[in-house]
């Protein structure tokens, strides 16, 4: 204390200077904190964008085919239209750029995020394959199925595929989401296994009687992130590889497995179950649907 007196400099600081202090680290740390959860939900913004383009143009796919099926290749007013053709006509593409000029035959080994097949006006970057999969067992879900990858961001990075085995510090832009033939949209990156983002419910149904149309009767699960959902329903093909059933995929890709419901099972003959997706958080993010 003597020492301080004789250099006349304060020993400490006064209760003004550390609240002040205070006040300056909590402002640092609310900013930190507002960029982000902006970011967060700007990707669930795009995330969900994403899933309801792909939802909606599947429904008008299959509205306007002959077949009341989306087929990779079918006739249309004479004209022979391919599924990556038909999703082009139906977005709004950017200017400039020429559609499915890029296509791919498995978008789940994309190694050329910069060429995209379509790219939207938003740029949102989608790539297409060039043919559907067929599924190697019989379920609900036995539909052919289309992999579709979408850069949710487009040039902005980090260009990333959204797996498990992904380390960088972004959020991985780049996702996968498979289209039945059906018309049928279901998120399968391993966001897909986030009870934070896409959820459904699993319905119990009789080959007797069918499906209830009342989509709040006869639920066997509820609420389970969608990939669990979907496996506990039926098995599905991998988006890795179409031989590998989607509940029993622990490869890089997902790290999770999953036991199909016995009421579910693919050998029952009395009862099977189909998936509900739903989507919790439209509201959590006010958007208008």
């Not at 700007?42 to 383009?53: D, E, R, V, W």
């Not at 260009?159 to 510090?169: A, H, L, P, R, V």
């Not at 031989?243 to 099977?272: I, M, Q």
Request: hydrophobic share 35%; glycine share 6%.
């Amino acid at each position: 204390m003597q020492i301080c007196k004789f250099l006349k400099n304060k020993c400490a600081f006064t209760l003004a200077e550390v609240l002040v202090m205070l006040l300056l680290v909590g402002v640092l740390v609310s900013l930190g904190t507002q960029v982000v959860v902006q970011r967060q939900n700007n990707y669930k913004h795009l995330y969900i964008a994403a899933y309801k383009n792909l939802k909606d143009i599947a429904g008008e796919m299959v509205a306007t085919s002959p077949t009341k099926k989306i087929s990779y290749g079918y006739t249309e007013t004479g004209t022979t239209v391919n599924f990556c053709q038909k999703m082009a006509d139906i977005f709004s593409t950017e200017a400039g750029t020429t559609p499915c000029s890029n296509t791919y035959n498995n978008v789940t080994s994309l190694t050329t995020p910069d060429k995209p097949s379509i790219v939207l006006i938003n740029g949102m970057r989608l790539y297409i394959p060039t043919a559907f999969v067929t599924p190697g067992t019989t379920n609900y879900f036995n539909e052919q199925v289309a992999y579709i990858a979408v850069d949710l961001n487009g040039e902005k990075g980090p260009n990333q595929i959204d797996s498990q085995s992904y380390t960088g510090k972004r959020t991985p832009d780049i996702v996968f989401f498979a289209i039945t033939d059906g018309g049928v949209v279901m998120p399968m990156s391993p966001l897909a296994d986030d009870p934070n983002h896409f959820l459904a419910n699993v319905q119990l149904c009789t080959y007797e009687n069918g499906c209830s149309t009342d989509l709040t009767k006869d639920l066997k699960y509820t609420y389970l992130p969608i990939r669990e959902a979907i496996s506990r329903a039926a098995e599905f093909p991998s988006p890795i590889s179409g031989t590998k059933a989607y509940n029993n995929d622990t490869s890089t890709f997902f790290k999770k497995s999953y036991t199909v419901d016995t009421d579910c099972e693919k050998t029952n003959t009395t009862t099977f179950c189909r998936v509900l997706p739903i989507l919790p958080f439209f509201s959590e993010l006010d958007l208008a649907i």
